[in-house]
């Protein structure tokens, strides 16, 4: 089971701070994971019809939508942050 955790207004749309699915057949990347929650519709889409606001996590390391995934991977979504 993946283990996808959303941070930040992420999780505020959603009202949720992570869920536990399946791996889709279909899901290789963090691309595919983003179309198969885009297709939810709803605050998905909206949240993931932009993909490029967003950052994401695999396994707690940095990733890009290229990156591979498999099955148990912990995934998290963020919006980009700065410091100062």
């Given at each position: 089971m993946l283990h996808i955790l959303y941070f930040a207004w992420l999780r505020d749309r959603l009202g949720c701070s992570d869920e536990r699915m399946a791996l889709p057949e279909n899901a290789r990347s963090v691309q595919d994971l983003i179309a198969q929650l885009r297709a939810r519709g709803g605050e998905y889409g909206?949240?993931?019809?932009?993909?490029?606001q967003i950052r994401v996590a695999v396994n707690q390391r940095f990733a890009t939508v290229t990156d591979p995934i498999a099955a148990n991977d912990e995934i998290a979504f963020f919006p980009p942050v700065t410091g100062g």
């Open positions: 909206a949240i993931f019809a932009r993909p490029e």
